[in-house]
């Protein structure tokens, strides 16, 4: 498999612009026995990955997936995470936020969610949403009781850029590496699978009226998606633009950019001190006795 992970890497003070961006690209599989084998290769990868980021104990690693309804954020969670042990990683979904949250700034309750060192943190959706749904429905902000004027100047939404920014350089700086996906579908292809959850009866409460009623709001989200993108990508918290059309090839692509930055990490197991040696010297005594 030959993937160069910069062509889906939305680069600083770059002008994005979705349209330009494929929503699709060839496959990097060649049969669905084919990709089994190519993302199991990975996630094995990844496991003895992870398994070394715990035991090294010094960074943490934060998934962002972010995507309009039905993109497959929540099948790229489920299949890339698959073999990696569950005590190592946690997965928080974030949707419409509670009277104690809208207390609060708008970076805090995903604060509370951020992976101890050792760990993996999966956000599936995240504090984006308060610079996209919230800045394509700014009427939502009247919940959050701010002192700012509504509806909100474009002053009020480089600031909330500017905080996330700073909150995640500030992350960056102690040990957790942000890894951000904009899985990038086609509105004919959201189309399909949300004629799939209505033909098959397993999937009917996967869609609302509500998810039709956002749909409306296609290239309005569009846009807050670039916006998005291009105030907040950075070296050290970079977006990656995922064509997810082909739900296989999206999952195999996020699994080479987690696997290059897990590998990029300079990861090592514990060596053990004198004073441990002798200790495990005088265990092994002990069982070899009893």
Not at 66 to 76: I, N, R
Request: aromatic fraction near 10%.
């Amino acid at each position: 498999m030959k993937l160069n992970i910069s062509d889906f890497q939305a680069l600083p003070d770059s002008k994005v612009k979705l349209k330009k961006w494929p929503t699709t690209v060839d496959p990097l599989y060649s049969s669905k026995k084919n990709y089994q084998k190519l993302l199991q290769k990975n996630v094995e990868a990844l496991s003895d990955l992870q398994h070394k980021l715990y035991a090294d104990n010094r960074f943490s690693v934060l998934l962002i997936f972010q995507g309009m309804d039905a993109a497959g954020k929540d099948g790229a969670i489920r299949h890339v995470m698959s073999g990696i042990n569950p005590q190592g990683f946690q997965v928080f979904s974030f949707k419409q936020p509670s009277d104690n949250e809208l207390d609060h700034d708008f970076l805090w309750r995903t604060a509370r969610c951020l992976p101890e060192r050792g760990r993996i943190g999966i956000f599936n959706r995240s504090y984006y949403e308060e610079v996209l749904i919230v800045k394509v429905h700014p009427e939502f902000l009247v919940n959050q009781r701010l002192a700012e004027k509504l509806p909100p100047k474009q002053a009020f939404w480089r600031e909330r850029y500017g905080s996330i920014v700073e909150h995640e350089a500030h992350l960056h700086r102690n040990g957790t590496r942000i890894i951000k996906f904009f899985l990038h579908q086609s509105k004919d292809e959201q189309a399909r699978r949300f004629m799939q959850r209505i033909d098959d009866p397993d999937k009917n409460w996967k869609l609302t009226t509500a998810d039709i009623e956002q749909r409306e709001y296609w290239d309005d989200y569009a846009k807050a998606y670039e916006d998005c993108i291009n105030a907040s990508t950075s070296k050290e918290a970079p977006w990656f633009i995922v064509p997810a059309d082909d739900k296989q090839n999206a999952r195999l692509i996020i699994s080479e950019i987690f696997l290059k930055t897990l590998s990029d990490l300079p990861l090592a197991y514990p060596q053990a001190t004198d004073a441990h040696r002798q200790e495990l010297q005088s265990i092994r005594e002990h069982l070899e006795k009893s």
